[in-house]
């Protein structure tokens, strides 16, 4: 099986507020960002982040990006540029070497390619990838929380539970690199469970602004079917399934 997704980036001033992304579906993405940074080192950020929220997986990756420097840094120039220590043809330092080192050792043993694809021109996964990575920098540039995505989730990553007639979510987030400064994220959901209401997943009356009484933990346990409804309608909204949920309960 092959992975298919996006990876892009974002610098306001170029350096200056930076954001970076990838992004697979509405419910399988992650993005993060430095207050001061380029576009080149969101680009590969978003590479380096893709790979390593991968990492445990054995599929093929398949990773679409608008940035020629990106592709050709990872695909013709890195090796020569390691057996010469790190240093290019004219013998000047290679820009961006923590990222180009880390994105190195993140690349052994995995299977992928690259593809081009034009900025702007509205392919949905890379106009996704390219929208997260801007919100990001546009949070750095106002000071503000950004939203740093579900990070690696896929029906795959659903597991039976003990009874076997429920299953649980088991996500992989994406790790933040050393150099990373990220913005205040939003608070970390609280663990959800299980409920008897008929109504819990109708999304009639309910919406992710909704919140869960303070000082209670509730435990849910969803079904296969309860939880793709629930992951479908928080992709519609642009919330987490968390906050969704959170906000019904």
Same mark, same amino acid.
């Given at each position: 099986?092959?992975?298919?997704a996006?990876?892009?980036?974002?610098?306001?001033?170029?350096?200056?507020?930076?954001?970076?992304?990838w992004?697979?579906?509405?419910?399988?993405?992650?993005?993060?960002?430095?207050?001061?940074?380029?576009?080149?080192?969101?680009?590969?950020?978003?590479?380096?982040?893709?790979?390593?929220?991968?990492?445990?997986?054995?599929? *093929? %990756?398949?990773?679409?990006? +608008?940035?020629?420097?990106?592709?050709?840094?990872? /695909?013709?120039?890195? =090796? !020569?540029?390691?057996?010469?220590?790190?240093?290019?043809?004219?013998?000047?330092?290679v820009?961006?070497?923590?990222?180009?080192?880390?994105?190195?050792?993140?690349?052994?043993?995995?299977?992928y390619?690259?593809e081009?694809v034009?900025?702007?021109?509205?392919?949905?996964?890379?106009?996704?990838?390219?929208?997260?990575?801007?919100?990001?920098?546009?949070?750095?540039?106002?000071k503000?929380?950004?939203?740093?995505?579900?990070?690696?989730?896929?029906?795959? *990553? %659903?597991?039976?539970?003990? +009874?076997?007639?429920?299953?649980?979510?088991?996500? /992989?987030?994406?790790? =933040? !690199?050393?150099?990373?400064?990220?913005?205040?994220?939003?608070?970390?959901?609280?663990?959800?469970?299980r409920?008897?209401?008929?109504?819990?997943?109708?999304?009639d009356?309910?919406?992710?602004?909704?919140a869960?009484?303070p000082?209670?933990?509730?435990?849910?346990?969803?079904?296969?079917?309860?939880?793709?409804?629930?992951?479908?309608?928080?992709?519609?909204?642009?919330v987490?399934?968390?906050?969704?949920?959170?906000?019904l309960?």
């Amino acid at each position: 099986m092959t992975i298919i997704a996006a990876a892009d980036g974002s610098a306001l001033g170029n350096p200056g507020p930076a954001g970076w992304a990838w992004y697979v579906n509405d419910f399988c993405w992650a993005a993060g960002g430095w207050e001061h940074a380029t576009n080149n080192q969101g680009e590969l950020k978003a590479v380096l982040e893709l790979f390593r929220a991968t990492a445990h997986l054995e599929d *093929d %990756l398949l990773v679409l990006c +608008d940035s020629q420097y990106v592709i050709n840094s990872v /695909t013709k120039w890195m =090796r !020569g540029w390691k057996a010469k220590g790190w240093r290019k043809a004219d013998g000047k330092p290679v820009l961006n070497l923590e990222l180009l080192q880390e994105i190195d050792a993140a690349l052994v043993g995995r299977r992928y390619r690259f593809e081009w694809v034009k900025g702007h021109a509205n392919h949905p996964l890379n106009e996704a990838a390219d929208s997260r990575a801007r919100a990001v920098s546009e949070a750095f540039q106002r000071k503000v929380p950004f939203k740093p995505g579900p990070g690696w989730v896929r029906t795959g *990553d %659903l597991v039976p539970a003990p +009874d076997a007639s429920t299953a649980v979510v088991r996500s /992989t987030p994406a790790r =933040r !690199g050393a150099a990373e400064r990220p913005a205040t994220a939003p608070p970390a959901s609280k663990p959800a469970g299980r409920s008897a209401h008929p109504e819990l997943f109708s999304f009639d009356s309910a919406g992710p602004e909704a919140a869960a009484a303070p000082g209670r933990t509730i435990s849910l346990t969803l079904s296969v079917d309860e939880h793709a409804r629930l992951a479908e309608r928080a992709g519609r909204l642009g919330v987490s399934s968390e906050e969704l949920l959170r906000g019904l309960i």
